[in-house]
């Protein structure tokens, strides 16, 4: 799936998130980027992620933030088995606390 995603489309837009250097900036360039349903479907997964990997279960996480089960899957098989990208975000943000 890594290949059938990297047209020049795609790349233009990695590179384009890798300009942002401002959480002021990464607001205005989501938001006019996405819709409020299509943020608020990613900032749900991370916060699965964040919660799969402080070893919580299921029922909890899908009573804390709403996701369903099938979701709840995809970021645990992603964490998993994925590209790392969960993994490399959640622990440069531990390390930032």
Do not use: H, P
């Not at 995603?5 to 790349?11: I, K, S, V």
């Not at 900036?25 to 996405?34: I, V």
């Not at 919580?56 to 590209?83: C, K, M």
């Amino acid at each position: 799936m890594k290949n059938k995603l990297r047209d020049e489309n795609m790349q233009n837009l990695m590179r384009a998130i890798l300009t942002l250097e401002t959480e002021e900036e990464c607001w205005s360039f989501f938001e006019d980027l996405c819709t409020v349903s299509e943020l608020r479907s990613m900032s749900q997964r991370l916060e699965v992620a964040m919660k799969l990997k402080k070893g919580e279960v299921y029922t909890d996480i899908a009573a804390g933030t709403g996701a369903s089960t099938a979701t709840i899957s995809r970021v645990s098989r992603a964490l998993s088995y994925g590209a790392d990208g969960y993994n490399t975000v959640l622990e440069r943000l531990e390390k930032r606390k």
